[in-house]
Structures are given as structure tokens and as C-alpha cells.
């Protein structure tokens, strides 16, 4: 029989939340490191490794099948 591990996220409270992400930039990069741990990101729907985002830093597209990609 396996064993079935569970994992229990804590939610934090608001005002811990705000001391540890005080910044809009912050809270995205920490989404950022969640979707896409410590490596590059991938498209999710090409598996290309070309992403980059806009100039406001907030919506992200596959340089090679050109989709928009719904991360943080």
C-alpha cells in the first residue's frame, strides 16, 4: 500500500502577508518562483523555453507558438 503524503499550507494573515511581500514586484516573483521553481520558464502548451514578458511585466507570451500565457 503507498503512502500518500499530504501537504498543509498554512494561510498567512494579511498583515504578514503585506511585511513579507510589501510590493505589487514582490508578490510576483514569488508567484513567479511557485509556477516556476528555480529553473527557466516553459510554455506550457509548445514546451518552449522562450518566454518572455511585455513591458508592464505582468502577462507573459511564447516566442515560439506566439500564445499568451496565463501565469502570474
Do not use: H, Q
Not at 31 to 48: A, D, Q, T
Request: aromatic letters at 16%; glycine letters at 2%.
Amino acid at each position: 500500500m503507498e503512502e500518500v503524503l499530504e501537504i498543509v499550507r498554512i494561510p498567512l494573515k494579511y498583515s504578514v502577508f503585506l511585511k513579507k511581500y510589501p510590493t505589487e514586484e514582490s508578490c510576483r516573483k514569488r508567484l513567479e518562483k511557485m509556477f516556476w521553481g528555480n529553473s527557466y520558464p516553459v510554455c506550457p502548451y509548445c514546451r518552449g523555453y522562450r518566454i518572455y514578458s511585455y513591458a508592464n511585466n505582468r502577462d507573459y507570451k511564447c516566442e515560439l507558438c506566439k500564445r499568451s500565457l496565463d501565469y502570474p
